[in-house]
T-cell receptor
Framework: NAGVMQNPRHLVRRRGQEARLRCSPMKGHSHVYWYRQLPEEGLKFMVYLQKENIIDESGMPKERFSAEFPKEGPSILRIQQVVRGDSAAYFC????????????FGSGTRLTVV | DAKTTQPNSMESNEEEPVHLPCNHSTISGTDYIHWYRQLPSQGPEYVIH???SNVNNRMASLAIAEDRKSSTLILHRATLRDAAVYYCILSGGSNYKLTFGKGTLLTVNP
């Protein structure tokens, strides 16, 4: 059973470019959560998605950030016009329906904006 | 959000028990206590969680004080693979909206 798969593991973008981070949840998991870990800080919740629905995006920055979880394919976290402050590790977690603990996290995507 | 306080770092010897403390004096009645750990360059890994009663699983035990203002994660026999940052987190009513603090860096000596 493959775990939560995130790609790419490392992503370098120049200021102003777009970054697309992908997350494939574990088999049977239909709930996806994105977290961000800024340098020297703890992980912070960004957004909670179910298939084709955004359930809670209270942790998302108001501009440039968006997330989706289509009916088919991975969840995508999209950052438009990246700035240096977006440099961080982005983690995705997943869970099956009805489970509210013990989320499985992926290994993260480390975004560096140069 | 209710906050937790953990020591910055702890050391242990291999095959000895480890008690990782966490204070959460402002915990509310509906807050679950979650523990995750994170190895270098990896995502967090769920360890255990509880509400009021002590909990055991294959990885660890969680001892919760009677007043719930503190808890202790117990690793019964530390191994080198247990070296990680351990996070104590209160769920705050939304179990998915976890806020990770600085955690405790556990070093395990051979």
């Amino acid at each position: 059973n493959a775990g939560v798969m995130q790609n790419p593991r490392h992503l370098v973008r120049r200021r102003g470019q777009e970054a697309r981070l992908r997350c494939s949840p574990m088999k049977g998991h239909s709930h996806v959560y994105w977290y961000r870990q800024l340098p020297e800080e703890g992980l912070k919740f960004m957004v909670y998605l179910q298939k084709e629905n955004i359930i809670d995006e209270s942790g998302m920055p108001k501009e440039r950030f968006s997330a989706e979880f289509p009916k088919e394919g991975p969840s995508i976290l999209r950052i438009q016009q990246v700035v240096r402050g977006d440099s961080a590790a982005y983690f995705c977690a997943s869970s099956p329906p009805g489970i509210t603990y013990g989320y499985t996290f992926g290994s993260g995507t480390r975004l560096t904006v140069v | 959000d209710a906050k937790t306080t953990q020591p910055n770092s702890m050391e242990s010897n291999e095959e000895e028990p480890v008690h990782l403390p966490c204070n959460h004096s402002t915990i509310s009645g509906t807050d679950y206590i979650h523990w995750y750990r994170q190895l270098p360059s990896q995502g967090p890994e769920y360890v255990i969680h509880g509400l009021t009663s002590n909990v055991n699983n294959r990885m660890a035990s969680l001892a919760i004080a009677e007043d719930r203002k503190s808890s202790t994660l117990i690793l019964h026999r530390a191994t080198l693979r247990d070296a990680a940052v351990y996070y104590c987190i209160l769920s705050g009513g939304s179990n998915y909206k976890l806020t990770f603090g600085k955690g405790t860096l556990l070093t395990v000596n051979p």
